[in-house]
């Protein structure tokens, strides 16, 4: 199970819980009110049976219309503490859903890269769906439960006090047995909920990976595996949950069968002739009457603290998950447009404690306007490099520079709206191709997202699409060729007009002919900003004012590409072997 945060106690969630009902405290007073209706209108029941018996015994004209009026007076009010109480409770219940999914959403909208490397996402969609809904019946279907049987509860009570006080204490000696059995059934309830969680997390994060990796799966010929894969998890979700419905169905009985002896001793004891001469028989039957009325209330308060120890469990992780730290956002400095003067000093970084460096002291300076390339094996600490521009990572030691201010020193968002980022795993949301383009930007215009298009040479293609700039291109922009999404996020980089661009593997994806269009298309995008290319395939880069060969997190090499080649050195051996493989 992941755990987020600090662990606190069940009181300590249940208040912090219980906040997010206080903005809807109006609604929380109607329902209360609405219970305390259904309570005093039900308890009323054992009054009725009261004057029934005695009016038989004694009847009169006034006996005959009082009590069919009381009967459909005692009805109608709790009908109508029934509907206040259900209708605005369920108004507190998905207020609170709303509120605390778009909380969760948007606090892990702020998290630091770490996190979203250490967390699958399987998980965390997890815990803005299952574990949001049973946060909320912990916070109002408990509730309800709690005030609408223990009013009713408290109102039984009370009768029963005022119409023979000492059976009543009798009555009540089984309460210390019934919380014994609450308080095991509480820690066992908590403990379950906890794994049922885990396991509902897990198995979200294998259907997600299967199902949007079917072609992978399919090619492998791995549908059994990830059938068995899928079966495991869902077979341990099984299991805790009949656990759990195993704890309820012990307690729930056992709780029953101790109010059913008390409720015997009572009768047995109401039945003694001392007992009976104090009490009439109106009053004998109504005193039977409301603590047999107590068996229903008294069963379901005890079936909510599964409810409550559920809500528990999972307010535990999400409000642990909304104690995580946010990225770092200190900087006061608000660039306006960069000109684009970039400096790592002495850069080391490392993605854990007692994890390897992959960078080892950093030098590089690069002009307003420049394109840098940057070549070397997989895991020499090319993308980590430019991962450091947007500040998706800090470096361990030393620093990085912008026009001569200290990147640390930069207000985050602004900074990151003059940095444009195509990387090689493209993302494209299901919307239309132009809101894909200018994406973050509503209301964009459409002459603006069609240059954009244009220059990405993506135009030609969208052209001939059903819908054309308004076609949706699916889950990811499967409805697309790679080539055609890798253009698309040319074109919403060249959309955004940023002073920085970076381009991670910006042309992996697409064909020769597509390549040739890019390569112009990227030529004009990077006049007048500086440029990060990283790139496999050299010749893509040709062109590139400074090309930087990596090696395990070190630049080994630097110049234009004709100055590499005559060195001879590793430039060049990756050149040699890339036209060899070509031929």
């Known amino acids: 199970m992941i755990l987020y945060g600090t662990q606190h106690s069940g009181w300590t969630l249940y208040k912090q819980l219980l906040g997010y009902v206080r903005p809807h405290w109006r609604s929380f007073l109607l329902a209360i009110v609405g219970y305390v209706i259904y309570a005093a ?56 859903v709303h509120a605390l999914r778009c909380n969760v959403f948007n606090h892990m909208l702020h998290l630091p890269g770490r996190f979203f490397d250490t967390h699958s996402s399987g998980h965390l969609i997890s815990r803005v769906t299952y574990h949001v809904e049973q946060v909320t019946g912990a916070a109002t279907k408990a509730i309800t ?52 969680q885990a396991s509902m997390g897990d198995v979200t994060h294998v259907a997600s990976e299967a199902l949007s990796g079917y072609r992978v799966v399919r090619t492998h010929g791995a549908e ?86 559920k809500g528990i469990a999972a307010a535990s992780e999400l409000f642990g ?45 690069v002009a307003p306007g420049e394109m840098v390339a940057i070549v070397g094996r997989s895991g020499s600490g090319k993308s980590t490099l430019v991962g450091l521009l947007p500040r998706f990572y800090w470096p361990t030691a030393g620093r990085v520079v912008i026009d001569g201010i200290p990147l640390d020193d930069y207000r985050l968002t602004p900074l990151r709206r003059q940095i444009a980022l195509v990387s090689q795993q493209v993302t494209l949301f299901n919307t239309s191709i132009a809101d894909n383009i200018a994406y973050g930007v509503p209301d964009a215009d459409p002459a603006a997202i069609e240059a954009a298009a244009r220059a990405a040479h993506a135009h030609e293609f969208i052209e001939r699409l059903p819908e054309g700039y308004a076609t949706v291109v699916g889950d990811n922009g499967v409805m697309l060729s790679g080539g055609q999404r890798q253009r698309l996020a040319i074109a919403r980089a060249i959309f955004k007009d940023a002073p920085l661009l970076i381009l991670d593997e910006a042309t992996s994806a697409l064909d020769t002919e597509s390549e040739r269009h890019i390569q112009a298309a990227l030529e004009e995008v990077c006049r007048g900003r500086t440029t990060f290319v990283i790139a496999h395939r050299l010749s893509t880069i040709e062109r590139a004012d400074r090309i930087l060969v990596m090696e395990q997190g070190e630049i080994i090499e630097q110049g234009s590409h004709a100055e590499l080649l005559t060195r001879e050195g590793a430039y060049a051996a990756l050149h040699r072997l890339q036209f060899q493989e070509a031929l």
């Open 321 to 365: 998950l909304l104690e995580e730290p946010p990225e770092r956002d200190e900087g006061e400095h608000d660039p306006g447009r960069l000109a684009g003067h970039v400096a790592f000093e002495g850069v080391r970084f490392a993605y854990g404690e007692g994890q390897p460096e992959v960078l080892k002291g950093i030098d590089l300076e």
């Open 224 to 309: 059994a595996f990830e059938k068995a894969r899928f079966a495991a998890a869902s077979e341990y979700n099984r299991q805790q949950s009949m656990k759990e419905a195993l704890t309820k169905a012990i307690s729930t009985p056992v709780i029953q069968l101790l109010v059913a002896l008390s409720l015997a001793v009572l009768v047995w004891l109401a039945l003694a002739p001392g007992l009976m001469a104090d009490m009439t028989p109106g009053e004998f039957v109504a005193f039977v009457t409301a603590a047999s009325l107590m068996a229903k209330p008294v069963r379901q308060l005890t079936e909510i603290n599964s409810e409550i120890q």
């Open 145 to 196: 439960i709690l005030l609408r049987e223990g009013l009713f509860v408290l109102g039984l009570i009370g009768y029963l006090l005022w119409t023979n006080w000492m059976l009543t204490l009798l009555f009540l000696a089984v309460t210390p047995l019934i919380g014994g059995v609450v308080s095991y059934a509480s820690k066992r309830f908590r403990r379950i909920s906890s794994r049922i």
């Open 41 to 96: 209108s039900s308890t009323a029941l054992a009054e009725m049976m009261k004057r029934l018996i005695d009016g038989i015994q004694d009847p009169d004209a006034a006996f005959r219309l009082f009590l069919p009026l009381f009967v459909v007076g005692m009805f109608a009010a709790r009908g109508l503490g029934t509907f206040l109480g259900t209708y605005f409770m369920s108004n507190v219940a998905r207020n609170i």
